[in-house]
């Protein structure tokens, strides 16, 4: 009896559980339920839960049937039910997964997710929102990956201001006008607006690159634990005999791990051997990157023209998705472009960030 009591209540488990990630659940009647045969199992006359245990299985059952359709089990229902409740127990921050997630590959552990999210590929530390996230999902390189073209789209909005403003000034001199201290201000203004966004954009695409990169490798290694040794789990993860890996020693030594072949296709650690856009990358902007993180007389220059710092990240951004595209075509030749980072192509991600750029200023209109 003790086992069906069990059996029947680890289906009000699974679905506290789909519950609280599946949107357009309701979790307050789900939670409503869930307690209550809890509550019926825990304190009723053990005749009566024998005489009604039939009918709330067939009630759950008939609840869980319509998730179970959607996201088809690997495994047992007692099986998940048993690792959702551990991943809760003993924790005092019950509720610290609501703004972190939970990985992809926690739930795709247990069910085929392939009706959850509409992507071509999901890693498995993507995180998946619940409570009252549920629904949303989210991982660090597309953060990172936001930010860049963010910080690029206001780049090139001030260096259109400032051409636009360079342009009334030309004409007003030409009327007669004077060139004030406070209209030099102004240009001074302009033209540090135009360098901050484009330093910092580079720097972002820069990050986001080394992000994707340890993303794909961390991603492989959660992946296939079982058929990769120490050694090589220690590489995807960055580090090798105790020391962090060069992102160009990564590019090259995650393909001969992922890959099934065990080749390097893009050579990074050669000077000699090294191609485009891997070349433009490392020797036209990785200095440019490192100056603008930690500057020092010795290193190249960021006090650059509003024009040359406008190239530069326009540039750097293209460099960046091609980088980034072909890193990820060379680990999974058999994949298309990552669906989770808007495959990396650089027109869709920047009219994203343009239209972001463009409510805001609606709602500056309006206020």
């Not at 959607?70 to 019950?94: G, M, Q, V, Y």
Request: aromatic share 14%.
């Amino acid at each position: 009896m003790k086992k069906k009591i069990n059996e029947t209540f680890d289906y009000a488990v699974y679905l506290h559980m789909v519950g609280n990630f599946v949107p357009n659940t309701d979790l307050k009647q789900i939670k409503d339920i869930v307690t209550a045969v809890n509550d019926f199992l825990k304190n009723s006359d053990p005749e009566l839960i024998k005489e009604r245990l039939p009918e709330i299985r067939s009630l759950l059952k008939k609840m869980t049937d319509q998730f179970i359709n959607k996201f088809p089990l690997k495994c047992t229902i007692s099986e998940i039910a048993t690792a959702w409740n551990d991943l809760f127990k003993n924790r005092d921050d019950e509720y610290s997964f609501l703004n972190s997630g939970i990985d992809y590959g926690w739930f795709e552990k247990f069910m085929d997710l392939s009706n959850f999210y509409h992507y071509n590929y999901v890693p498995y530390h993507y995180k998946i929102g619940i409570f009252g996230h549920k629904g949303l999902g989210g991982i660090e390189e597309e953060f990172l990956l936001k930010d860049s073209f963010n910080l690029l789209v206001k780049a090139q909005y001030f260096f259109d201001v400032l051409l636009k403003y360079g342009e009334i000034l030309k004409q007003e001199e030409a009327k007669g006008q004077k060139f004030t201290n406070e209209k030099r201000s102004e240009l001074t203004e302009l033209n540090y607006e135009v360098a901050v966004n484009s330093r910092l954009s580079i720097v972002s695409f820069f990050s986001f690159i080394e992000c994707f990169v340890n993303s794909i490798g961390h991603d492989y290694s959660l992946r296939n634990l079982e058929k990769l040794d120490e050694k090589q789990q220690e590489i995807l993860n960055g580090m090798k005999n105790k020391g962090y890996l060069s992102l160009k020693s990564k590019i090259e030594i995650f393909q001969k791990i992922i890959r099934q072949d065990k080749r390097a296709i893009i050579n990074t650690t050669d000077d000699n051997q090294i191609k485009e856009p891997f070349k433009s990358f490392f020797e036209n902007f990785e200095d440019l990157r490192n100056s603008s993180v930690h500057y020092s007389p010795k290193k190249v220059r960021i006090w650059l023209k509003p024009q040359d710092w406008i190239k530069k990240a326009n540039d750097f951004s293209k460099i960046s998705m091609e980088v980034g595209l072909l890193f990820w075509k060379t680990c999974y030749p058999d994949f298309s472009e990552p669906d989770y980072i808007g495959r990396l192509d650089f027109n869709y991600l920047y009219d994203i960030a343009k239209k972001k750029s463009e409510t805001i200023k609606k709602i500056e209109k309006q206020m």
